[in-house]
């Protein structure tokens, strides 16, 4: 029988887990550089008793007492924002709320950023399917360009409701691309045509500074997503709007529901996660990202079995340089040689890196978990 959903190792026997460690049915302990994909900036903890006094199911407005703490995570005035139960569903929401405020169908997508599961976001920029069984057509509702030129070289623009992009790549996290944006004035070109800018940050949110990333504020969004980091290991989505488009849209005509959504529980996970982050030092979490690429390119022969370790603001990854794009989460697919050379090392140094290869600092030092070799 195949468990389909695990992006953990194949025959992994992780059991429990504590602080930076997971620990396997024979009581052996390895650094977690992967944090369930980088939910778990404060490692792994027990949940503790939450200030909860009935099961509802959704939170009343005397639970968001605290939300003010939202108004913190954006540069813009937030005219609105709701929860979800993951940040693929969240996408989806923040799409769905810009195509009701501008009345226009189509979303664009640039370059060989990641949004998620959901099924019209799994194909590339060439049109080639990520999966089988999707049950729309690629290109119904999305519309991959390889860069933002690319897109306002077209002649049908205003027929687009907003541009998707992700901070900082995850494929491939490095910040050039998004750079290029910046210095090509990315919010002035597309404001002419009335396009809304989104900012998917539910991999780059609070990796190197609370709430959204630099690079991202810089270029004043219209709509930011959120997800990962801020349940702290729960699943979330967090989308918020800001005012303009708030006042734009007729809210009581947009879905925003969905089972759990903005239950007391994940309401309340999410308010601690929150005050947690705030006085959060992301100098340390900076410090800790660097201490495990050091420990990783001193310590696993990565180049000699082919790869390379690349990060960016706040995350990295181990790569196959010219391999083309494939991400592996959520896919079966067999191991080569040099994978299994991979994990077999890492498994003698007592770290755990996951098949997507993802790496996530945590507020634990590596420095002080594994004894490092010079």
Avoid at 8 to 26: M, R, T
Avoid at 101 to 124: K, M
Avoid at 200 to 208: A, K, L, Q, S
Avoid at 353 to 361: A, G, H, M, V, Y
Wanted: glycine letters at 8%; hydrophobic letters at 40%.
């Amino acid at each position: 029988m195949q468990f389909y959903n695990s992006n953990l190792k194949e025959k992994s026997a992780f059991v429990d887990s504590s602080g930076p460690w997971l620990i396997d049915n024979q009581g052996n302990r390895f650094f977690d550089s992967w944090l369930g994909s980088g939910t778990l900036i404060f490692g792994h903890e027990k949940i503790k008793h939450l200030n909860i006094n009935k099961m509802l199911p959704e939170a009343s407005i005397s639970n968001l007492n605290d939300i003010s703490l939202i108004n913190n995570l954006v540069d813009f005035e937030i005219g609105s924002f709701g929860i979800q139960t993951s940040g693929s569903s969240a996408i989806t929401r923040a799409c769905r709320i810009a195509r009701a405020v501008t009345n226009r169908r189509l979303i664009a997508l640039i370059g060989n950023f990641w949004h998620g599961s959901e099924d019209e976001f799994l194909f590339r920029h060439n049109y080639e399917l990520l999966s089988d069984g999707l049950a729309i057509s690629p290109g119904q509702n999305y519309v991959w360009f390889k860069n933002l030129e690319s897109f306002l070289a077209q002649k049908n623009c205003q027929e687009f409701a907003a541009i998707l992009i992700e901070p900082v790549q995850g494929s491939n996290p490095q910040a050039n691309i998004l750079k290029e944006l910046i210095d090509s004035g990315i919010k002035e070109k597309i404001r002419k045509f009335n396009i809304l800018l989104i900012f998917d940050e539910v991999i780059t949110g609070f990796r190197n500074n609370y709430g959204s990333s630099k690079l991202s504020r810089k270029c004043d969004p219209d709509i930011v997503v959120f997800g990962k980091a801020i349940g702290g290991g729960y699943p979330i989505g967090v989308v918020i709007v800001n005012k303009k488009c708030t006042d734009t849209a007729n809210l009581k005509k947009i879905f925003w529901g969905g089972t759990f959504s903005a239950n007391p529980t994940q309401l309340e996970l999410m308010i601690n996660q929150l005050r947690k982050l705030e006085r959060l030092d992301f100098n340390l979490i900076n410090h800790n990202l660097e201490s495990i690429c050091h420990f990783i390119l001193e310590n696993i022969p990565i180049e000699a079995l082919g790869y390379h370790l690349i990060r960016g603001n706040g995350f990295a990854r181990i790569i196959k340089p010219n391999k083309k794009f494939i991400p592996s989460r959520g896919f079966l697919v067999k191991k080569t040689e040099s994978e299994i050379e991979l994990d077999e090392v890492c498994k003698e140094k007592n770290i755990y890196i996951s098949k997507n290869r993802l790496i996530f600092p945590s507020i634990f030092n590596i420095d002080n978990c594994i004894n490092l070799k010079t």
